[in-house]
T-cell receptor, first 113, second 111 residues
Framework: DGGITQSPKYLFRKEGQNVTLSCEQN?????MYWYRQDPGQGLRLIYY???????QKGDIAEGYSVSREKKESFPLTVTSAQKNPTAFYLC????????????FGPGTRLTVT | GENVEQHPSTLSVQEGDSAVIKCTYS??????FPWYKQELGKRPQLIID?????GEKKDQRIAVTLNKTAKHFSLHITETQPEDSAVYFC??????????FGTGTSLTVIP
């Protein structure tokens, strides 16, 4: 399944709290991505990063923030400004330069009550 | 931005029959089209992909076809087995910068 890890697998938070989801990869991939998946829907892009210290907003970036200080790590913070944060969050990476294949982490299921 | 539509949303087939899932895309600049299989509660896994300079690609029981003129691509699974039951997603991308996903097809293979 590749070297992409996400932690924790399940996360519970109270409304109004910020929460950070971890994503680490040891595949030496250049690009990393964060997606949100809701029941019965496809994957929607939150943020992506092609190189260290640079990232771009996806279609649903509002209420989320990211950082890319190291090539291996791309943490996602779900802020209190995200109106409907309960979802399954998937991190992915791809090598980009020699291929576009995207590989996914196991996901974090976030529940906010 | 790119818009990917996927049909059908659910598909039931008898074991041994073929299954076909279709996707259309809107941006003619898209040049990479992967297909993912996702089992319940698990991560999507890449099963096959195709680039815009190729019309068809096969891998054992799975094949993907691409029609650039019509801007649609399809996944074909032959001799379906119960373990093929899952949700399948298509996606379109321009050189891997952003990926736009379809809404998924839930495939059930009936033994």
């Amino acid at each position: 399944d590749g070297g992409i890890t996400q932690s924790p697998k399940y996360l519970f938070r109270k409304e109004g709290q910020n929460v950070t989801l971890s994503c680490e990869q040891n595949l030496n991939h250049d690009a990393m991505y964060w997606y949100r998946q809701d029941p019965g829907q496809g994957l929607r892009l939150i943020y992506y990063s092609q190189i260290v210290n640079d990232f771009q907003k996806g279609d649903i970036a509002e209420g989320y923030s990211v950082s890319r200080e190291k090539k291996e790590s791309f943490p996602l913070t779900v802020t209190s400004a995200q109106k409907n944060p309960t979802a399954f969050y998937l991190c992915a990476s791809s090598i980009q330069l020699t291929g576009f294949e995207q590989y996914f982490g196991p996901g974090t299921r976030l529940t906010v009550t | 931005g790119e818009n990917v539509e996927q049909h059908p949303s659910t598909l039931s087939v008898q074991e041994g029959d073929s299954a076909v899932i279709k996707c259309t895309y809107s941006d003619s600049a898209s040049n990479y089209f992967p297909w993912y299989k996702q089992e319940l509660g698990k991560r999507p896994q890449l099963i096959i992909d195709i680039r815009s300079n190729v019309g068809e690609k096969k891998d054992q029981r799975i094949a993907v076809t691409l029609n650039k003129t019509a801007k649609h691509f399809s996944l074909h699974i032959t001799e379906t087995q119960p373990e093929d039951s899952a949700v399948y997603f298509c996606a379109a991308s321009i050189t891997g910068n952003q990926f736009y996903f379809g809404t998924g097809t839930s495939l059930t293979v009936i033994p």
